[in-house]
């Protein structure tokens, strides 16, 4: 067995053991297909007042730009589909922020895993990404074949479906890639025709500043009137393109215990979450992703959403 194969299948296997669900590899080079993609998207400004994702345009597209060096790109997927939900009569939360914030859970998995390559292998350098810098997660992840970008712009596989984050270490040594898998959607349009806010816009586009998820978490300023009535119950994010696709019927709950929410959260109905206080936002949503909409922001989403 030559090298490069030998630190492949030991770099996959303590993924395993880390909980992810799966691990590809691709090699770290230009995204050339995604460039002309990402320009579009940006020029017709379906980004809305997400900034952010004008910066670095050459780094997302070269992940050589970004860690000097690399020759790898590592992606990975942790399953976060829970085992329970909130009770029906209940404005609703994505399901990625029932429990800890994703971020801090995969950084240290990530960070695992690099110390893990750098003691059985030796001196590799790389850094780990979890949705905090330019990286096109869902491009690295359809060409390390871990799935194919759905209809509704999220990466899908058959196996699974697509309730799982995406992760990436970058690093640079050499190892065995992986090839993309083919695309599974067929003729299905569940998602564009589910889509509350009509996001999807043509089959994979979507217009992120028509986005229930949008709205909801990155918008600052006053919802807009037009969207009033359009939110389906969504107070933070929205799974409605996802809880439609045939392929969740395969999403199984994740083993992940830091996912778990707190039990109140299922718990709470429309009535509790329009008299929430601070002190009982900062009790459920401690160490939760949603802390990202501060306590004002979930109050003016739940006002919003009130008929």
């Known amino acids: 067995m030559n090298t490069k194969v030998k630190h492949t299948n030991l770099i996959k296997t303590e993924a395993k053991r880390l909980g992810f669900l799966s691990c590809g590899i691709s090699k770290a080079a230009f995204l050339e297909e995604e460039a002309p993609r990402l320009e579009q998207y940006l020029q017709k400004n379906m980004h809305g007042e997400m900034q952010y994702m004008e910066n670095h345009f050459d780094k997302r597209l070269d992940p050589t730009k970004l860690v000097e060096g690399s020759k790898s790109v590592i992606s990975l997927l942790l399953n976060y589909f829970p085992q329970e939900t909130q009770t029906e009569n ?44 330019p990286v096109l997660d869902k491009a690295w992840a359809a060409k390390s074949g871990l799935g194919w970008i759905g209809k509704h712009s999220n990466l899908l596989t058959q196996q699974v479906g697509s309730f799982y984050f995406i992760a990436e270490l970058i690093i640079d040594l050499e190892l065995e890639y992986d090839t993309p898998t083919t695309n599974h959607c067929g003729t299905c349009t569940a998602c564009i025709d589910a889509c509350p806010t009509q996001a999807i816009t043509e089959p994979y586009v979507v217009d992120g500043s028509k986005c229930i998820s949008y709205f909801t978490i ?90």
């Open 218 to 307: 990155e918008l600052k300023n006053e919802l807009p009137t037009a969207m009033k009535g359009k939110f389906d119950d969504w107070m933070f994010g929205c799974d409605v393109c996802q809880d439609v696709c045939p392929w969740n019927r395969f999403s199984k709950p994740h083993n992940e215990p830091l996912f778990n929410p707190q039990p109140e959260l299922l718990d709470m109905n429309k009535k509790d979450w329009e008299e929430i206080t601070q002190e009982v936002f900062s009790a459920i949503f401690k160490k939760s992703a949603v802390k990202r909409t501060k306590f004002s922001g979930l109050k003016r989403n739940i006002k919003f959403l009130k008929p």
């Open 90 to 133: 209940s404005y609703k939360l994505s399901k990625y922020a029932y429990g800890t914030d994703y971020h801090f859970v995969i950084k240290d998995k990530l960070k695992s895993l690099l110390h893990f390559i750098q003691d059985e292998i030796g001196e590799v350098h790389g850094r780990a990404f979890v949705d905090s810098a």
